[in-house]
Every structure is written in C-alpha cells, then in structure tokens.
C-alpha cells in the first residue's frame, strides 16, 4: 500500500507542475495526458478504489475506468512525444488508424474478459480471483498496450540520447528508462500467467515506469518553457 501511494504522490507533483501552463491554454494535451494518467494510479491506490468501487454497480468496474483513462493518457502523451521527433509514420502508428486499432483491440478483449470472469471478489485488475487463469490474462492484457507504445517509440528517445542539446538528452533519458520498463512490465504480466506471485514486482514496476515517463514529459516541457522566456527576453 505504501508504494502505491507514494508513486500516486510522485505522479500528482509531477502532474501538478502542467497546471499553469494549462490554465493559459498551452501544451493542454501534455497536461491532459499527465492527469489522466495520474488519476488513473490513483484510482488503484487502496485507500481510494475500495470506496469508490462499491459506487458501481458492477464489482471492479472502476478497474476498467481505471485502464481507460491510462491508456488514453498514454496515447495522448505517446502522439505528442512522436510530433516532438517530427515523426509522422510512427505518430500514425500511436494515434492513427492502426494505433487506434491496437487501443480499441486491447481495451476490448479486456472488457470481454471482465465480462465472462463475473468476478464478485473486490480486487485491482481482478487480484481477488488470481486464482482464475483468465483473471491474471486480463491484467496481462492491460500491459500489452504500453508496450506496443514503448517499442513504437524506443527507437526515436534511443536517437535523443547522443543529442547535442542537453534538454534533449536528458529527455531522452528519462523516456528510454520508462519505455524500457513498460517491456519488463508486459514480461513480468507475461510471467505472472504462470507465476501469480509475480504481480506485486508488476505493480511497482508499472509504477516506475509512469514516473519515468512523466519525468520525461516534464523535463521537455521545463526545457522548451525555458527557451521561450529567452526568446522573449532577447525579443524585448
């Protein structure tokens, strides 16, 4: 419980640094990408899902919310990291026609699979019936779709991290980690099938990899607002 509050605190900090800029109307995509994501971990946090679930008629639906809102975030954030790279095959891939496929594909057959489990037992990703083999496909399912974005846009942070510019670089960094965790993510997901004790080391993962990812965002958005006070200041 402990870590997973304190990777929701991380995330809203992080996220919080947006709100500004948002509020003027700039980079409001990048922030909405931010709280989506955020409020997606923070829906899972014990101490919130558990009351809010029970609002729902179904048991766990919030779970479903929950994984909505990630991967809209994450394909919000994914579209706009490859606009950065001015990469437009690879954005068609994220937020295209076959992105959109790959979104709708996944969530779908998560939906399917809540569905047929008709489970009743209160339980993130539907922890409560791991027991069940298609409880634990459902969790695995989740993490398929950051992975897809991860290996879309690996190759393109991987160029960034031999930039001139530092900003750059240091963008790079936080991206490669977090991307690279979201494979080890969908490997773990791929192990607990056999091996449920595995995800609880899923979970934190996850955790590090959307804190990573976030780090990233921030750093771009911190170098680029700073290139635009000194264009301002040289202007006047």
């Known amino acids: 419980m402990l870590t997973a509050n304190l990777i929701a605190v991380v995330l809203v900090a992080l996220a919080l640094t947006r ?31 558990g009351p809010l679930d029970r609002l729902f008629p179904i048991p766990n639906l919030l779970d479903l919310v929950a994984k909505l809102l990630l991967f809209t975030g ?13 990469a437009p ?25 809540f569905a047929v489990v008709h489970t009743t037992t209160q339980g ?18 989740a993490t398929a779709y950051p992975a897809y974005l991860a290996t879309v846009l690996l190759p393109h942070v991987r160029q960034g991290l031999t930039s001139t ?3 750059t ?5 936080f991206l490669f980690v977090g991307f690279s965790l979201a494979l080890l993510r969908f490997a773990v997901a791929l192990l ?3 091996v449920p004790g595995a995800y609880g080391i899923g979970q934190v993962i996850s955790g590090l990899a959307a ?19 000194a264009a301002a200041r040289q202007f006047n």
């Open 89 to 113: 095959t690879t954005q068609r891939r994220v937020s295209g026609l076959p992105g959109a496929a790959v979104f709708v594909g996944l969530f779908l057959v998560d939906v399917v699979i």
């Open 192 to 194: 607990t099938l056999a």
């Open 74 to 86: 994450l394909l919000l954030a994914s579209t706009q990291v490859a606009r950065a790279w001015n």
């Open 169 to 173: 670089r240091a963008t790079s960094r």
């Open 211 to 229: 804190i990573f990812v976030a780090l990233g965002l921030a750093t771009a958005f911190f170098a680029r607002f700073g290139r635009m006070r």
């Open 19 to 49: 709100l500004p800029s948002a509020f003027r109307g700039r980079n409001a995509l990048i922030a909405a990408a931010a709280f989506a994501i955020v409020l997606a971990f923070v829906l899972i946090t014990p101490g919130v899902y």
């Open 124 to 141: 993130v990703d539907l922890t409560g019936d791991f027991s069940s083999p298609l409880a634990r496909l459902y969790s695995t399912v």
């Open 165 to 167: 510019q530092t900003s």
